[in-house]
């Protein structure tokens, strides 16, 4: 139980363009969902949390208006990244919180977005 | 807000000696320190948590400890093994709020 799917795994994008990564929870319902950014050879750096049918909190340092997150459903969360650079270049991973409280998140395997 | 850090970055040991990471916390209503393990280019997969009402968690090789007092908790990995070469990452997360803050991660080196 608690799989979390991401789709693409991987994008090759055009500077100025606009990319969407799905997150999903395929067998539970997800309330809150995470999104993360990983640079190579460092730590996940929340950028923001996505409560389902509410606006998206996000970190301090992460424009809301370039990293777009729509939480549509209990199952799905969506991050885009718009007017892509090429720093926006980075492993970008979801996770899920199954139910409210201390548990534990489960992460997708991630999207490797590459701008050029 | 919550600060977590880890030591050391890098840590090579001998296959079949132990590997201890250590890391510490600021926010002392953090009461939940889950450890991850990330190979390379896949996600972080948890390996063992701990909830601060337990001073100490062992599942068979690894083994995990609490300090409330002095805010930090470590990780413990006996009889080291090849497959145990990764990126070991610490987090906290704390009352009323699902975020897990991370430290910025040790990677394990096992040599033969």
């Known amino acids: 139980g608690a799989v979390v799917s991401q789709h693409p795994s991987w994008v090759i994008c055009k500077s100025g363009t606009s990319v969407k990564i799905e997150c999903r929870s395929l067998?539970?319902?997800?309330?809150?969902m995470f999104w993360y950014r990983q640079f190579p050879k460092q730590s996940l750096m929340l950028m923001a949390t996505s409560n389902e049918g509410s606006k998206a909190t996000y970190e301090q340092g992460v424009e809301k208006d370039k990293f777009l997150i729509n939480h549509a459903s209990l199952t799905l969360s969506t991050l885009t990244v718009t007017s892509a650079h090429p720093e926006d270049s980075s492993f970008y991973i979801c996770s899920a919180d199954g139910t409210s409280g201390q548990e534990t998140q489960y992460f997708g395997p991630g999207t490797r977005l590459l701008v050029l | 807000g919550e600060n977590v850090e880890q030591h050391p970055s890098t840590l090579s040991v001998q296959e079949g000696d132990s590997a201890v990471i250590k890391c510490t916390y600021s926010?002392?209503?953090?009461?939940?320190f889950p450890w991850y393990k990330q190979e390379l280019g896949k996600r972080p997969q948890l390996i063992i948590d701990i909830r601060s009402n337990v001073g100490e968690k062992k599942d068979q090789r690894i083994a995990v400890t609490l300090n409330k007092t002095a805010k930090h908790f470590s990780l413990h990995i006996t009889e080291t093994q090849p497959e145990d070469s990764a990126v070991y990452f610490c987090?906290?997360?704390?009352?009323?709020?699902?975020?897990?803050?991370f430290g910025k991660g040790t990677r394990l080196h096992i040599l033969p």
């Open positions: 987090a906290a997360s704390w009352v009323g709020d699902d975020k897990i803050i």
């Open positions: 926010d002392s209503a953090s009461n939940y």
């Open positions: 067998d539970f319902q997800a309330t809150t």
